[in-house]
Nanobody, 118 residues
Framework: QVQLVESGGGLVQPGGSLRLSCAASGSIFGFRVMGWYRQPPGKERELVAVMTDEGTINSSDSVKGRFTVSRNNAKNTVDLQMHSLKLEDTAVYYC????????????WGQGTQVTVSS
């Protein structure tokens, strides 16, 4: 049973920084993709940034230049460094991982709240 556990959410003022971390546990053979999605209040879940095991990154235009995704393939961890946070970054942030083993499988963390407020 694979589990993704996030940490690092919280309350931050506009312009501030925050770092989210996610660690995978369980029977793991490695993940093709790891990264982050978010769900703002009253909206659907959306992509923030994901990275393949070869280092290719796909990220939302809204966070480019402010957020950086990084991962450690050996440890099955993924981080999201967030700078210059805006009010509209307020959301529940979910760790995501995709394993190509077998038929393929998506995994999600339980979510961590990030609130940007003055």
């Amino acid at each position: 049973q694979v589990q993704l556990v996030e940490s690092g959410g919280g309350l931050v003022q506009p312009g501030g920084s925050l770092r989210l971390s996610c660690a995978a546990s369980g029977s793991i053979f490695g993940f093709r993709v790891m990264g982050w999605y978010r769900q703002p209040p009253g909206k659907e879940r959306e992509l923030v940034a994901v990275m393949t095991d070869e280092g290719t990154i796909n990220s939302s235009d809204s966070v480019k230049g402010r957020f950086t995704v990084s991962r450690n393939n050996a440890k099955n961890t993924v981080d999201l460094q967030m700078h210059s946070l805006k009010l509209e970054d307020t959301a529940v942030y979910y760790c995501y991982a995709y394993s190509s083993s077998g038929w393929g499988h998506d995994y999600w963390g339980q979510g961590t709240q990030v609130t940007v407020s003055s």
